[in-house]
């Protein structure tokens, strides 16, 4: 009998997927009938694909609760090789999602090694109706089960967590962030998460962590984009005593470090491509060496990197590798830019506020309405790191218990136009020279489209001094 939580899950379940839903793979459309004819009755919703591409594609934008794939294809119909191919490549897009072979009656051999690289079960052609149904139906109530506990595990781990990054996301265009976030969260997927500076794909990345089974474990960050030349390989994987004329003592690097737990690479677009051909073996085998010494370790690491370039056209430019970049997306997270959500201005701001209000013990309690209606406008380059710098600073400069518009100091970032100091704000020659900083290197950034080596060239800046500065100025 079913107890009361029980029921309550499966009723929400139900809900939100009102039938299993069932990926059949075959080249020959009368099987993918048939199929269908077999599995629609019993409330099971059938989607077909008739190739291995259209399975890999169907699994981009779907969600299912199990496949059923033939493993012979046009291109080679005896050998089972496609089919086994595309279940390797299914198992890198899912591992958890039950896949279930079909094979010609004869070949058991296939069938065997389908069940080597994860295949949950195997029926023979021609099937057996009722057989067919019980593996079925059982393959996806495992699933479904497996998948409640892990969801009842990351809420309950995000319910105990303190201190977790609070993600404020109610905008129609952060809904698809939300709902990927929570679908592969649990898993073990390498996630790359792009968007421009300030837009939080860091709070993204904590936010997988946090929901992962990894969550025990450490999450350790990298900004390879801030790494000074040299240091790379030493930082990454750590190294020997005397492995170099610095190198007094033996170092773990942040590979070991995230050992069984998470490494965020941020800025991966800025590693060289030396370090690249590294960072690659290290995500294909889990394999590595620590600076100077020659024993092979083995590391178990989810790698969640961030990028606020193009990396498919740094790619054609042949400056990031396309194997490289095939490692790091199995999943893509693209957060807008905060001019693109502003619904959740209000709610960030208040967020900020809030922390700010206690962090320096002011009474601040709120935002005027006009306060509200300049940070609409507002373009935001800098994004939500910019707004939580423009709510710290309102907070120490607020005179009331009210947040008004001057207290917001957003004229100044827009005031500096063109023509240098024409607008409606205060004039270069009245402006402090951090300010005109900041303004100036805004401007960069924005005309750099974000790209902060580009930015840094064009002020005759290092990267890394760049960075200190938008540290500094919360861009
Ligand atoms: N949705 C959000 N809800 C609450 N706070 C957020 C949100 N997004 C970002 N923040 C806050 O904004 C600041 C910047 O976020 P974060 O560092 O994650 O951005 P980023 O995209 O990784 O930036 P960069 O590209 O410069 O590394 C942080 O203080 C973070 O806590």
């Known amino acids: 009998m079913a107890t009361a939580s029980q029921t309550g899950s499966a009723a929400a379940a139900a809900e939100f997927r009102p039938a299993p839903c069932i990926l059949i793979a075959d080249d020959q459309p009368p099987i993918l009938d048939a199929l269908e004819l077999l599995l629609e009755p019993q409330g099971y919703r059938i989607e077909k694909a008739r190739s291995p591409f259209m399975v890999l594609e169907a699994m981009k934008s779907g969600f299912y609760d199990a496949l059923l794939i033939d ?11 496609e089919g086994l191919d595309l279940l390797s490549q299914i ?7 039950p896949v279930i072979v079909m ?10 090694e389908a069940m080597r690289r994860g295949a949950r079960d195997f029926i023979q052609k021609p099937w057996d109706n009722a057989r067919l149904l019980t593996i079925l139906r059982t393959q996806v109530d495992l699933y479904h089960a497996v998948r409640r506990a892990q969801r009842l595990e990351a809420e309950n781990r995000l319910l105990r967590a303190e201190g977790l990054p609070e993600m404020i996301a109610s905008a129609a265009a952060m809904q698809p962030v939300l709902a990927t976030i929570a679908r592969i969260g649990p898993s073990d997927a390498n996630v790359l998460i792009t968007g421009e500076h300030g837009t939080g794909k860091e709070v993204v990345a904590q936010t997988l962590h946090a ?22 390989e030493s930082e990454l994987f750590g190294h020997v005593k005397g492995a170099f004329t610095d190198a007094r003592t033996e170092r773990i690097g942040r590979f070991e470090l995230a050992d069984g737990g998470t490494l965020f690479l941020d800025e ?14 290290v995500l294909e085998s889990g394999e590595m060496e620590r600076v100077g010494s020659s024993k092979t370790r083995r590391v178990d690491v989810r790698v969640l990197s961030a990028t606020n370039a193009d990396l498919r056209s740094e790619v054609e430019a042949q400056r990031f590798r396309a194997d490289l970049l095939f490692r790091l997306n199995t999943v893509e997270i693209h957060l807008p ?6 619904e959740d201005i209000p709610a960030l701001a208040a967020h900020f506020l809030s922390r700010y209000a206690q962090r320096y013990r002011k009474p601040v309690q709120g935002i005027e309405t006009g306060a509200i209606h300049a940070m609409l406008q507002h373009s935001w380059p800098g994004n939500v ?46 402006m402090s020279l951090e300010s005109v900083e900041s303004i100036l290197i805004r401007k960069a950034l924005t005309r750099c489209n974000g790209n902060v080596s580009q930015a840094a060239e064009a002020l005759g800046l290092s990267r890394g001094a760049l960075y200190r500065r938008m540290e500094k100025y919360g861009i």
């Open 103 to 112: 094979t010609a009656w004869a070949n058991v051999e296939l069938a065997v």
């Open 71 to 81: 493993l012979n294809y046009t291109r080679d119909t005896t050998s089972g090789q």
């Open 385 to 430: 790191r910019e707004l939580d710098h423009t709510i710290e600073r309102a907070v120490l400069m607020a005179r009331s218990s009210q947040i008004e518009v001057a207290d917001l100091g957003l004229s100044q970032t827009r005031a500096f136009g063109p023509a240098g100091g024409t607008g409606t704000g205060p004039g270069l020659e009245e």
């Open 268 to 281: 991966i677009a800025n590693v060289p491509p030396r370090q690249q051909a590294r960072l690659l073996r």
């Open 211 to 232: 929901l992962s089974s990894r969550a025990s474990r450490s999450l350790v960050a990298v900004n390879t984009g801030a790494l000074p030349e040299g240091t790379f």
């Open 91 to 97: 198992k890198s897009l899912d591992s958890q999602v």
């Open 337 to 342: 830019p905060l001019r693109e959500r502003r």
